[in-house]
């Protein structure tokens, strides 16, 4: 039951807002529009409320026919005006249609006044109507005007009537009068005032529910603004670091608490005093900040940011970090500034003591005279100290980016790349890698290498870093020793050799000496003649013999110990020559061996006279004591490019090959019996080597068994 | 003692042979060599009591290999070997008895003594 009233009431809605509602431009028009309809259905229902009040007059007998069915008439013609008004603003015309309406309404009831009872007429009322509606819909100086023209009207009805030149042409009579009067009075006190009211109650709802509303969304904004404030004080007060915020007039607006654990101070003790902060700022870095001060007092200037030192209240430094900004409303008034003040004296140690450090293993690689770098984990360097350009003479802008296999020979860059990438694979020190590189002149430059991985925190390798030493001279050093070392152990063994053979070939002669002296001694008395005579002649001999061994033996041991110089001079290679070759002319006679000197006219070399005589001696005699009796030596020079050749030919036994390099060699002393059995030292060509060499020059032999030997020996010209 | 007993010296030097010729030759039948190939030409030519051989012999063999040789031969097996040289070391001694030497003297050695260690053997 109660749903179908609903249905019925939401049905009567939904019509009714379909009859009032108006097309119009604005929420106002749609709201006078609704109005205005709505007053047009009442004025529809006055009109029929109307009618009915006229018609009733009837049956009561109030007043003629004639009157009363006029009357009844009269407000039938507002029906059409009033639908035809709703259909206008309906269709937007608002304005007009409330104009048409009200004036046409106001002349409809004057026309009334005038035609029913005249200045008795009950229409009057009727214009409470259309005055209240004008004063609605229209202005209220509507109001005021209509109600002008309604006193008027009815003052001027009153002149004519009283001067007897109007009659109303119809009446009522007394009694209809009465009634139409209290029944009109009715109906507009009904519609009216009822519609005032609605109206007014309509509004005065309207304002209590705005208030109602502006209270609540207040209350709202308030509590908001509360908790906000709240936050904000919270998080200001329990900020951790010193924050404040100064006027545009110099002076704290706020400053929080935590500025006491950091100076000591209050913030009282900065709101009372000003210039508080300035004060307790180390005096070194004083003018800056009040440099700062001006700055940013001066204009809105966005942040800025200085470090300070200040004097806590218990004299100890802090170092501040000052940062601040300008603050200005939401409507761009300029609010001061905000600062921030952050103690980072802990900060500041440890930034002192990593620069010292930092400074200290600077200054350590830049001048240390090793080579430190760092590579990526593809073997890039991306660092290098200043030493790159005195080992490898690549400034350090070279090296960066470049690998340290780029400087090595190819073999050695695939060797040491092969080592890198496995150590980056699997991290792990590299120690004394020996490389080989090229210097940037193109020396070969050898590097030792140490270095250790640079590990993230997953312990991935990401590159390494090292030391490089130069090498290059110890190396050469360390070859250089080492063949030292070989040719003393050779030289040491050629030595023990030689020294058992010279002391054999010393101590021989002796067997002799001591023997036939011995006979000689003891057996003086017995011996004859004969035997006399060979035992002192064998002991002569054997004296000459050890005595050109102990000379050759003193020559050579001075020659090794450095006491025989290298004494050159310039001279006539023939000059010196020959008459050496005289004074053997005599044992070669003895022979009968021919020594043919082949060296004419002047040749000049620069020589030590007393060696190349010694040489010469050497290499003619042994070339007498090698050849058989009717032989020949021949002794020749020439010149060989940058050289002079001296050659000493036979035609002696020769000497087997094998023996052909040994014969100049301490290593192997050999001493040959000549062709009469002479006797050799087995020293002379040993001395001759070594007295050649020290001219620069070089001697050598080549023989053929049975035919003979050609010695030969070079010295340098001069040109 | 008797003049029989036959010495081979082996000795490259000349005047040393007749030094040993001097010494020598009054006490025992003396033949002399002055290198391998005489030494292996006198050989045959007698059954030798004791041996005189100097190391050093020049061209050829020297006298270890001569030692060496010696020993391999059935009849010099145990034969005395004196071995004079003027070789003075050590390691050049142990080489000559461990070839076979039955005494090693240094040079220069005294005439009687010479003799006497020859005397010993007989």
């Not at chain 2, 292996?40 to 012999?57: N, V």
């Not at chain 2, 004079?84 to 070391?89: D, S």
């Not at chain 2, 050049?92 to 010479?114: H, Q, S, Y």
């Amino acid at each position: 039951m109660t749903e179908n009233v609903n249905k019925v009431r939401s049905w009567a809605e939904v019509k009714w807002k379909t009859l009032i509602d108006v097309k119009a431009h604005n929420d106002e028009d749609v709201r006078l529009g609704r109005l205005f309809n709505t007053l047009m259905v009442i004025s529809t229902a006055i009109v029929i409320l109307l009618v009915i009040v006229f018609l009733m007059m009837i049956p009561l007998g109030l007043s003629n026919y004639t009157t009363i069915y006029l009357a009844a008439v009269f407000p039938l013609v507002f029906i059409p005006l009033s639908i035809y008004c709703i259909l206008s603003a309906k269709h937007g015309h608002l304005k007009s249609s409330i104009n048409i309406y009200v004036w046409t309404n106001f002349a409809a009831i004057s026309g009334a006044v005038w035609l029913f009872d005249g200045i008795y007429s009950p229409a009057w009322l009727l214009y409470i109507w259309t005055i209240t509606i004008a004063g609605t819909l229209l202005t209220p100086v509507y109001s005021l005007w209509m109600t002008s023209g309604v006193v008027l009207h009815y003052a001027l009805l009153l002149f004519f009537y009283k001067l007897g030149l109007y009659k109303p042409p119809l009446t009522f009579g007394e009694a209809g009068r009465e009634y139409a009067t209290i029944a009109s009075l009715l109906i507009m006190f009904m519609s009216t005032v009822g519609l005032l009211t609605y109206l007014n109650m309509k509004s005065l709802q309207k304002a209590l529910n705005d208030l109602h509303n502006e209270i609540a969304e207040h209350k709202q904004t308030e509590s908001e603004l509360n908790e906000s404030n709240e936050k904000y004080r919270t998080v200001a007060d329990f900020t951790y670091d010193w924050e404040y915020w100064v006027g545009p007039d110099g002076k704290y607006i706020y400053i929080s608490p935590s500025c006491e654990r950091i100076t000591g101070y209050k913030p009282d003790a900065f709101i009372n005093d000003p210039e508080l902060l300035t004060s307790i700022i180390h005096t070194h870095d004083r003018p800056t900040f009040v440099n700062h001060l001006s700055e940013v007092m001066q204009d809105d200037c966005d942040v800025r940011r200085i470090d300070f030192r200040i004097i806590t209240r218990s004299g100890e430094i802090r170092w501040i970090s000052h940062t601040c900004c300008s603050v200005s409303s939401s409507a761009g008034k300029w609010l001061g500034r905000r600062g921030s003040n952050s103690d980072i004296t802990e900060r500041k140690k440890i930034e002192e003591v990593l620069r010292k450090s930092e400074d200290k293993f600077r200054s350590i690689a830049e001048t240390i005279s090793d080579w430190i770098w760092e590579v990526d984990s593809e073997g890039k360097y991306i660092y290098t100290n200043p030493r790159s350009k005195d080992i490898l003479g690549y400034e350090p802008a070279e090296i960066i980016g470049k690998t340290p296999f780029d400087f090595m020979p190819p073999e050695e860059a695939e060797h040491h790349r092969k080592i890198f990438n496995d150590a980056v694979k699997t991290p792990h020190s590299l120690r004394v890698i020996e490389n080989i590189n090229f210097h940037k002149n193109g020396s070969i430059v050898i590097l030792e290498t140490n270095a250790i991985p640079i590990l993230d925190a997953e312990g991935n390798c990401t590159g390494y870093r090292g030391i490089d030493r130069d090498i290059t001279e110890r190396k050469l050093a360390e070859q250089k020793i080492q063949k030292i070392n070989e040719e003393l152990k050779e030289l040491n063994a050629t030595k023990d050799t030689f020294f058992s053979i010279i002391a054999h070939d010393l101590k021989s002669p002796f067997q002799g000496l001591l023997g036939y002296s011995q006979i000689l001694s003891t057996e003086y008395s017995t011996l004859n003649e004969e035997e006399k005579l060979f035992f002192i002649q064998s002991i002569y001999d054997l004296s000459k013999s050890a005595f050109t061994l102990l000379e050759n033996l003193l020559i050579w041991s001075r020659i090794q110990t450095g006491k025989i110089v290298f004494n050159p001079d310039v001279f006539n290679l023939q000059e010196e020559i020959m008459p050496t070759v005289e004074m053997l002319m005599q044992v070669a006679s003895n022979k009968n061996i021919l020594v043919e000197c082949q060296i004419h006219g002047k040749t000049l070399v620069q020589a030590d006279k007393n060696m190349i005589q010694t040489v010469v001696r050497n290499l003619v005699s042994n070339a007498i004591k090698f050849t058989n009796p009717d032989g020949k030596v021949i002794i020749s020079l020439r010149q060989n490019g940058k050289f002079i050749e001296v050659s000493v030919e036979d035609t002696g036994v020769g000497i087997r090959k094998e023996n052909l390099d040994k014969i100049f060699k301490s290593g192997a002393v050999v001493s040959t019996k000549g062709t009469a059995n002479e006797e050799g030292t087995g020293l002379g060509l040993i001395l001759c080597a070594e007295m050649i060499k020290m001219h620069g020059g070089k001697i050598w032999a080549e023989s053929k068994l049975g035919k003979g030997s050609k010695f030969i020996f070079q010295i340098p010209s001069i040109m | 003692m008797t003049k029989t007993a036959k010495l081979l010296i082996v000795e490259d030097d000349d005047l040393n042979q007749k030094l040993y010729k001097a010494v020598l030759s009054k006490e025992f039948d003396t033949t002399f060599c002055a290198n391998d190939v005489q030494f292996y030409a006198a050989l045959p030519q007698k059954k030798f009591d004791i041996f005189l051989i100097d190391l050093a012999l020049g061209k050829g063999e020297d006298g270890i290999s001569l030692i060496k040789k010696l020993r391999q031969m059935d009849e010099y097996k145990s034969t005395p070997i004196i071995v004079v040289t003027a070789y003075a070391f050590k390691r050049d001694e142990d080489t000559a008895m461990a070839a076979g030497a039955t005494k090693f003297i240094r040079k220069p050695v005294d005439n009687k003594v010479l003799v006497n260690e020859f005397k010993k053997y007989f």
